[in-house]
């Protein structure tokens, strides 16, 4: 620093930009602006959010939960600022997510034809299958989403893909959380998971229960649970081929139960949680009963 003043001495840098020696020091002892110091209070906050968010969440999520917790800032705002700061959403790119269709088992009509809204609780259900790396080779993930709140109401994680180890026990969490109460679609692909006669016999003793099927190599027809593995592929807080099954599903168990299902804002439930809509719809449906 005595360097840059002896290089640029104060009288020289002011005749340079044609100010005063007083009004240099003048600015020099002047306290930040209200706006500044308001800018890096909001800074702190916003860093803090996109830090419990395990730096997933971009300006939209960010600036949402700002709203949630009182703050006025404007989205441009809060974009400007993390911009400032470097913070942007960390995504890791996806992995392999397929199912075997290649059987020759019965499958059902697609009874959702791509209507991925529900207007209450137990109306739809979606589910699929996807592969994770980890350091013992390919774990499988299944899970049952219920689309009127998005929240994942079953799911298993296993070292093998039969259907005895992937949809029956999401399926049977699925039913313990959340009993039909009045008819409801049962959408998947056509993997033989959901096409075996173990898991059919388990969905014909639910009368209320309708099996749907997306058509053949058709991955929109079931959008919603194509989204949710994108969600958690990109957002898992760790590297999974590091790690062995166990590690694995205590992190996908914090990951879904903890995170998505109570906490992660989620833009198509107008920035609510899955759990927080659930309460809504449920008052909504007391009231209307």
């Known amino acids: 620093m005595a360097e840059h003043r002896h290089l640029f001495p104060i009288v ?28 890096r209070r909001l800074k702190r906050r916003i860093k803090q959010v996109w830090l419990d968010s395990g730096k997933t969440y971009g300006s939209p999520r960010i600036h949402q939960q700002l709203l949630r917790d009182g703050e006025t800032a404007s989205r441009p705002r809060v974009a400007r600022l993390m911009k400032k700061e470097g913070i942007q959403s960390q995504i890791r790119p996806k992995w ?37 790396p980890s350091s013992q080779g390919w774990m499988y993930l299944t899970t ?3 689309l009127a709140d998005r929240q994942i109401l079953g799911w298993s994680f296993s070292e093998g893909m039969s259907a005895g180890e992937t949809i029956i026990p ?13 008819e409801l679609i ?16 388990l969905l014909d003793a639910r009368p209320l229960v309708r099996q749907s099927m997306s058509r053949k190599g058709n991955c929109w027809d ?23 099954y166990d590690k694995l599903r205590g992190v996908i168990f914090n990951f879904i139960e903890i995170w998505y299902n109570r906490q992660r804002l989620h833009s198509t439930l107008d920035y609510r949680t899955p759990a927080e809509m659930q309460d809504y719809l449920t008052q909504q449906q007391e009231l209307a009963a």
């Open 96 to 132: 392999v997510a397929t199912t075997d269709s290649e059987h020759q088992l019965p499958v059902a009509p697609n009874r959702l034809d791509q209507e991925f809204t529900a207007g209450r609780l137990g109306q739809v259900w979606v589910s699929d299958i996807t592969y994770i």
């Open 170 to 182: 999401a399926w049977k969490e699925a039913i313990r959380q959340r009993p039909p109460q009045e």
């Open 222 to 244: 079931n959008a919603p649970a194509e989204s949710f593995f994108k969600t958690f592929k990109a957002e898992l807080p760790i590297e999974p081929t590091r790690y062995r």
């Open 12 to 39: 020289k840098m002011s005749e340079v930009f044609g100010v005063s020696r007083s009004g240099y020091y003048s600015w020099m002892s002047r306290e930040p602006s209200d706006r500044a110091k308001e800018n």
């Open 144 to 146: 049952i989403m219920d």
């Open 186 to 201: 049962f959408h998947s692909d056509r993997g033989i998971q959901y096409a075996c006669e173990e898991f059919s016999k």
